[in-house]
């Protein structure tokens, strides 16, 4: 039985890759890459701080899990000063960018998320990007938060012309994650705010100015989102330069109102938004969702006894 169920998923996984090498000559977009996806982005199903062999195993080794999202800073393996696999502050790990690119290039039945938390992470992991560039037939996002956001967030960003530059000359095919730094839930006990007018502005000005033009995802924090529908309507209208989405995160503990979110999700439209968010919230957004539908049904058939009724009268 064993010997059957690891020949199964060995089939399962050749044959994503060479529909994959059959749709796309290099990085695929995640619609294409992933067939039960089509056009409903909320479909993708995240791994989360995937800093480690353990974790890299365990996500790849997940039916559900499509995308790994990993955190990239300088630290040490075996001595050797390189780009690791870790979040701030953590500098140590038993997982290198290279390995991970390695062990992901492999498999290839996953996409990758790369979150760069500083310059000099990034800017070290440029030659391996472009070593393993040829290997990268699956979804790969580039992400960094490039600007500074809400609440008064005092996080120093990553150098926004170096990273938008670097990621261009290096992985043009890939998707830019661009977003904001953010104060903002439990740790700060923050639980009020919203993207300004003038943070939305200056990151569409920073993206032209940088002449992107490959696929960009702007990760939004769901907290601060949920009342501001036209303004994130507004900011991928005003993405003309490139495909754009939005990008909906939460961290554990954040206030979030499931019923705005689920109204914004629908409003922006389920074929521009990723949704990576904890299981508590997907939970809620998923009983919010059957209320609405179930509500509508409800009112679908009320109206149409109130037609019966007054062509009877």
Not at 137 to 158: E, M, Q, R, S
Not at 220 to 241: H, P, Q, S, W, Y
């Amino acid at each position: 039985m064993a010997s059957t169920t690891i020949a199964t998923v060995v089939l399962l996984a050749v044959i994503q890759a060479a529909m994959c090498d059959k749709n796309c000559s290099s990085i695929c977009d995640p619609s294409e890459f992933f067939a039960d996806v089509k056009s409903n982005l909320t479909k993708i199903v995240w791994a989360h701080a995937v800093n480690s062999e353990k974790e890299l195993k365990n996500a790849l080794s997940s039916e559900n899990v499509m995308m790994l999202e990993a955190d990239v800073v300088m630290g040490t393996i075996n001595r050797n000063s390189t780009p690791i696999m870790a979040h701030p502050p953590s500098t140590k790990s038993d997982l290198s960018l290279e390995q991970f690119l390695n062990i992901t290039s492999e498999n290839g039945t996953k996409g990758i998320k790369l979150d760069f938390k500083t310059n000099e992470a990034f800017k070290n992991s440029i030659p391996i990007l472009e070593k393993w560039r040829p290997t990268l037939k699956y979804p790969v996002f580039l992400n960094a938060d490039i600007l500074p956001g809400p609440v008064n967030a005092t996080t120093t960003p990553v150098d926004a012309k170096e990273f938008l530059t670097g990621a261009i000359a290096t992985l043009p095919e890939a998707v830019l994650s661009v977003g904001w730094t953010t104060r903002y839930g439990m740790l700060t006990n923050i639980t009020e705010g919203r993207y300004s007018k003038e943070q939305l502005k200056q990151m569409v000005d920073t993206l032209k100015e940088n002449k992107v033009t490959q696929p960009v995802t702007y990760p939004v924090r769901a907290g601060l989102v949920t009342k501001d529908i036209d303004a994130m309507n507004e900011l991928l209208k005003n993405t003309t330069f490139a495909k754009a989405t939005l990008t909906i995160w939460s961290s554990e503990g954040d206030s979030v109102n499931a019923q705005q979110l689920s109204e914004l999700i629908e409003k922006v439209g389920i074929d521009k938004v990723y949704l990576d968010v904890p299981n508590n919230l997907k939970k809620e957004l998923q009983k919010v969702s059957s209320g609405s539908t179930m509500t509508s049904a409800m009112s679908l058939g009320a109206s149409l006894v109130l037609l019966a009724l007054s062509q009877m009268l």
